[in-house]
């Protein structure tokens, strides 16, 4: 049985490394990048250069946490509120 052959390109590892240094997540560099989440998995696998560059760039980032809300039904489905949490600056 033959596979389809990869949509990697060789420029995702620089891509990923600045989004994800820019706080993405991994379901919001699939998006960007127009796969599904499971794929970034995958190419870290196969490509040990996106999986430095997923390394770094989440290195670089820090330690952004995303949380999300779910407002009361009285207000209009799908809404919600987003609070980012930034560690405290080290001394």
């Known amino acids: 049985m033959k596979t389809r052959p990869s949509t990697f390109k060789p420029d995702y590892v620089r ?4 989004r994800y240094a820019r706080g993405f997540t991994d379901r ?3 998006e960007a ?3 599904a989440r499971v794929t ?10 996106f999986a430095e560059a997923r390394r770094a760039g989440k290195s670089a980032a820090g330690d ?4 999300r809300i779910t407002l009361p039904r ?10 980012h949490l930034v560690p405290a600056a080290r001394p």
């Open 74 to 83: 009285t207000m209009m489905p799908g809404t919600g509120v987003t609070v």
């Open 28 to 30: 919001e560099l699939a």
């Open 15 to 18: 891509q990923a490394r600045e």
């Open 64 to 67: 952004r946490v995303t949380i």
């Open 40 to 49: 970034i998995f995958r190419w870290c696998a196969a490509y040990p250069e």
């Open 33 to 35: 990048l127009g796969v």
